[in-house]
């Protein structure tokens, strides 16, 4: 499978601060890139996500940086919450194919 | 909630065991996906089924077997069962595009 690589493994930031994880692929193909959330027992749940064709998408305190070139993608989460207390995965795929995972990251947000 | 119903939600069985789970869809979506959850694997694709065939596989040993039925729902067979098999497992699902959706994952504990 082609990777997805993702960093830090886990992230403590203070209430109110910036959380910003980051993530790299490899296969060009890939066409759609999502964040996903995961609190503890549930399933992961679409957070946002981006296409190539743009280099930046906000949805509230939810950020998408995307850069084609250097085949990464971050998110960054402005004002950060407790309630942001979670499991963060980043993944890619192309339409009709499985979503490949980044190993997530735990971010704690402390108050 | 996502849409995607799985069943069990635990299970505790035995080394050398069988089990079943159980997926429903959501309304309408042709896509079945299988996950694997572990703490040190993170999410893993098993197995991708579209209307029925299957279209792609992923990291799935040959212990495990899905399939999906004509009302679309889909089991995962998990037989011959070992400790290293307890995981979380999740089942999503898509319309022809990019965007998967999870369920609640059902949570396999082998003893």
């Known amino acids: 499978q082609q990777q997805v690589k993702q960093s830090p493994q886990s992230l403590i930031v203070q209430k109110g601060g910036i959380s910003i994880i980051n993530c790299a692929y490899e296969?060009?193909?890939?066409?759609?890139f999502p964040w996903y959330q995961q609190f503890p027992g549930k399933g992961p749940a679409l957070l946002i996500a981006?296409?190539?064709?743009?280099s930046e998408k906000k949805e509230g305190r939810f950020t998408i940086s995307f850069n084609k070139s250097a085949k990464q993608f971050s998110l960054h989460i402005m004002d950060s919450q407790p309630g942001d207390s979670a499991t963060y995965f980043c993944a890619a795929n192309q339409a009709g194919t499985a979503l490949i995972f980044g190993k997530g990251t735990t971010l704690s947000v402390s108050s | 909630d996502s849409g995607v119903t799985q069943t069990p939600k635990h299970l505790i069985t035995a080394t050398g065991q069988r089990v079943t789970l159980r997926c429903s869809p959501r309304?309408?979506?042709?896509?079945v996906y299988w996950y694997q959850q572990s703490l040190d694997q993170g999410l893993q694709f098993l197995i991708h089924?579209?209307?029925?065939?299957?279209?792609a596989k992923g990291n799935i040993l040959e212990r495990f077997s899905a399939q999906q039925f004509p009302d679309l729902h889909s089991e995962l067979n998990l037989s011959s069962l070992e400790l290293g098999d307890s995981a979380l497992y999740f089942c999503?699902?898509?319309?022809?595009?990019?965007?998967?959706?999870f369920g609640e994952g059902s949570w396999l504990t082998v003893v």
């Open positions: 981006i296409r190539p064709d743009v």
């Open positions: 089924y579209y209307n029925g065939e299957e279209r």
């Open positions: 309304s309408g979506d042709l896509s």
């Open positions: 999503a699902s898509s319309a022809s595009g990019n965007t998967i959706y």
């Open positions: 296969n060009t193909a890939f066409d759609y």
